[in-house]
């Protein structure tokens, strides 16, 4: 019996410590782990353009946005902030099946022109745009319940300014021999570097909807023959976490 009894005391002994060295160690990496001044988001969506030239078919399926972005509160009241942030954002305009690609040519006067030509074979299967900007987004948020931890539904509008850093195409295709062919071009096909944009937000929590809208023509006067008014926005859902 008493065997027993020392080995129950022993056992919860070993329990305590257990606990209390774990409670330790969740404390000292709480302490040791920093905290993040601001917040990460995440936006995901479908680009749709406008004004686009006959020969750029658009494909919605094939048009996606990615923004990520380090984002900071600054607080005005319980109900209002303001939100600067700064990230990538990540977009693809795709086009439809055997549309004609991005080629450099000369004009009638010898000048270089950026224009269209069509795959050897006519089996293209892809055919992408992918243009990439570091962006500054910032927007005014209103919290609805304008409680302490803001985790109601929020309206927001904001705005944004981006600069191109890179682009280039991609696509994939069966040439007159059978062959199937993947090829990647990076370019910046006449597109204009600086982009300006509105969005608005309706969300609960951390879980959001959105619209962008942007201003700038896509290509510059450089761009490929007819697409020097195609202008696009973008529509997606938006999560913020950390």
């Not at 020969?55 to 600054?74: A, C, D, E, I, T």
């Not at 055997?98 to 450099?104: A, E, L, Q």
């Not at 992918?130 to 500054?136: D, K």
Request: net charge positive; charged share 20%.
């Amino acid at each position: 019996m008493m065997k027993k009894i020392i080995f129950a005391l022993f056992a919860c002994l070993l329990l305590t410590a257990g606990h209390f060295a774990k409670a330790q160690l969740t404390e000292e990496v709480k302490k040791k782990t920093p905290e993040l001044p601001g917040q990460i988001m995440v936006d995901f969506g479908f680009n749709s353009s406008s004004n686009n030239p006959s020969s750029m078919p658009y494909h919605w399926w094939r048009s996606k946005s990615l923004g990520l972005y380090f984002v900071k509160s600054f607080e005005f009241s319980k109900k209002l902030e303001l939100r600067p942030g700064i990230g990538v954002s990540l977009e693809k305009f795709g086009h439809a099946e055997n549309m004609d690609v991005f080629s450099y040519g000369e004009d009638s006067n010898g000048a270089d022109t950026l224009g269209f030509s069509t795959v050897l074979g006519g089996g293209l299967k892809k055919n992408q745009l992918a243009v990439n900007y570091i962006e500054m987004p910032i927007e005014v948020r209103f919290n609805l319940n304008g409680n302490e931890k803001k985790d109601g539904i929020f309206l927001a509008i904001g705005g944004s300014a981006a600069y191109r850093f890179e682009s280039h195409t991609k696509i994939k295709y069966t040439d007159e021999f059978g062959n199937k062919m993947k090829d990647k071009q990076k370019n910046n096909f006449g597109l204009n570097n600086i982009r300006l944009g509105a969005y608005g937000r309706l969300g609960y929590r951390s879980f959001s909807v959105f619209y962008k809208t942007y201003f700038t023509n896509v290509f510059s006067s450089d761009g490929p023959i007819g697409s020097e008014n195609m202008l696009y926005s973008t529509i997606g859902i938006s999560l913020t976490g950390l």
